[in-house]
């Protein structure tokens, strides 16, 4: 098969149809590619470019350019949301990502008082102003937008060790609270889908098997998150991924129920495994992210072939990676996806 241009490789593995060869990712958000080696290549630096769409933008080009990542993918942290919703924030430093510091909520049966998200908050607008930079910019790359799954958000709100026990003492609260973070992560990736978002990635760390338990995780996570997916997926025609953090293996029957047509993982689940029993799912990962911070770059290029000869339909992290990643790793996992599984 002759090669073809990055967003249709992307597209064509996400839709199951042919591709010359496995596409290389870092969406973003909390699995992010701005790593300090990019930072300087760019002058484009944490904190400012958090802020700042022009930054914003050439820093998540800069990996592509760079390191071979076949994408770019704003923004480059999962607090963009909860602050727009009344989280206060701190931007973090050159080699830390932005954290919430101050819950607006203290209880769950407050949420009703939280403002919804408004496309104008500052930061929504410098995300959105930095897709639209890179579509018109790099129109042949594909731009991912990435949104702080629904577990997570609402742990960004109240303090997360109250909002889980709200799960299982007042589910009935906690649910409708979840539905009104889901309506507002819709509103923003719908409106990433307009100013340019190819792909949008939806990942949840906070909402893992491991930390809800199978029988929460099934009914309170996956149905949020198919809500969500659907909803963007049948607004815009863009479809979304799906990134679970954790051991995913004693969650697989529950994970059968997730829409999403990619399902993004973490390296201490088995690929293989995953891919046996979810057959109909583009499996996406799992490179381990301490091996690309620590490793070397034949090390990295290995594990990325074991990846692919697993079953991954795209190579990428397998979570967030770390700000000193060197680059020369990042390049050898692209250059594993390049050269093949053989």
């Known amino acids: ?39 300087k290549a760019t002058s484009c630096f944490w904190p400012e470019a958090h802020i700042d769409p022009e930054q914003m933008a050439r820093l998540s080009v800069g990996v592509h350019l760079l390191g071979g990542i076949e994408n770019a993918g704003v923004p480059f942290c999962m607090t963009v949301e909860a602050e727009a919703m009344g989280a206060k924030v701190y931007m973090g430093t050159r080699e830390t990502e932005p954290r919430v510091v101050e819950y607006p909520l203290n209880a769950i049966d407050e949420w009703r008082k939280l403002p919804e998200l408004n496309e104008t908050h500052y930061r929504v607008e410098v995300v959105l102003e930095a897709i639209k930079i890179l579509k018109k910019t790099y129109p042949e790359i594909p731009v991912i937008g990435n949104l702080t799954g629904p577990i997570s958000l609402a742990t960004s709100l109240m303090e997360p060790m109250d909002f889980y026990k709200a799960l ?130 034949e090390r990295v290029r290995k594990a990325a072939k074991v990846s692919i000869n697993q079953g991954a339909g795209i190579l990428s992290p397998a979570c967030g990676i770390g700000a000193n990643t060197p680059i020369e790793n990042i390049r050898a996992m692209a250059d594993a996806a390049k050269i093949g599984s053989v």
């Open 168 to 297: 299982r003492k007042n589910p009935g609260e906690a649910m409708e609270f979840l539905d009104f973070v889901a309506e507002n992560i819709v509103k923003f990736g719908v409106a990433m889908t307009k100013a340019g978002a190819d792909v949008i990635n939806l990942a949840d760390p906070s909402g893992t098997g491991e930390i809800l338990g199978p029988k929460v995780f099934g009914e309170a996570a996956v149905p949020v998150i198919n809500k969500i997916s659907e909803s963007i997926e049948d607004a815009t025609g863009v479809p979304v991924m799906v990134h679970i953090c954790g051991r995913l293996l004693p969650v697989l029957d529950q994970l059968k129920n997730i829409k999403s047509r990619v399902l993004s993982i973490d390296a201490i689940t088995n690929l293989r495994k995953v891919k046996q029993a979810l057959p109909e799912k583009v499996v996406m990962g799992n490179v381990s992210t301490f091996l690309l911070e620590k490793g070397t770059p």
């Open 1 to 39: 098969m002759r090669e073809i241009n990055f967003k249709t490789r992307l597209l064509n593995a996400i839709n199951k149809k042919p591709v010359d060869r496995v596409p290389v990712l870092c969406p973003g958000g909390m699995m992010n590619m701005a790593v300090v080696d990019v930072m």
